[in-house]
């Protein structure tokens, strides 16, 4: 399986909502190393022992810092992240069904957060008993679509912006 290129503010979004464990902080430091990026907090990362939890939490701040992410809160980092899993699977046409458990867990990270709730609870919209996979999955699509549109509007009427960062 390929790996993706390191992006901070994926980086960022994941270490906000608690979807990276602090064991595998110096891992990732490691790739944005090997993506150009360049800074003594995040060659101390990258360094560190994943059993020095205490280390890692100190250094983190510093080390986003340098990869010049914006400091999401919660919401904004889930935001991010289903926004970009959402793009995939239309791009891709993956299935989305298995993404259901990410997007709660997404939901739930953020607080419960209003936006993201239609995707995050979409397996209590499904009747097991009597629903097909193929209209679950034409189901969780329409969702997304519904996702990403809502999404487009907020960031034209400069709500949301999207966040980038590159080396």
Not at 27 to 50: C, K, Q, T, W, Y
Not at 112 to 125: A, F, I, K, Q
Not at 147 to 159: E, H, K, P, V, Y
Request: glycine share 6%.
């Amino acid at each position: 399986m390929a790996t993706m290129p390191f992006d901070p503010a994926d980086f960022e979004a994941e270490a906000i909502l608690k979807l990276i464990s602090s064991g595998q902080m110096p891992s990732f430091a490691l790739d944005a190393l090997e993506a150009g990026f360049n800074g003594p907090h995040i060659v101390r990362m990258a360094i560190l022992d994943p059993a020095d939890g205490w280390a890692i939490d100190q250094v983190l701040p510093r080390m986003l810092d340098e990869l010049g992410c914006h400091h999401f809160a919660p919401k904004e980092a889930a935001l991010h992240l289903a926004e970009k899993r959402a793009k995939r699977i239309l791009a891709t046409g993956e299935d989305p069904l298995p993404s259901l458990s990410y997007f709660y867990r997404l939901v739930f990270e953020a607080g419960y957060t209003e936006e993201l709730y239609p995707l995050g609870s979409l397996e209590d919209l499904f009747d097991f008993r009597s629903s097909t996979p193929e209209k679950q999955r034409a189901l969780a699509y329409e969702h997304i679509r519904g996702f990403l549109a809502d999404r487009q509007t907020q960031q034209q009427r400069g709500a949301t912006p999207p966040h980038s960062n590159n080396p």
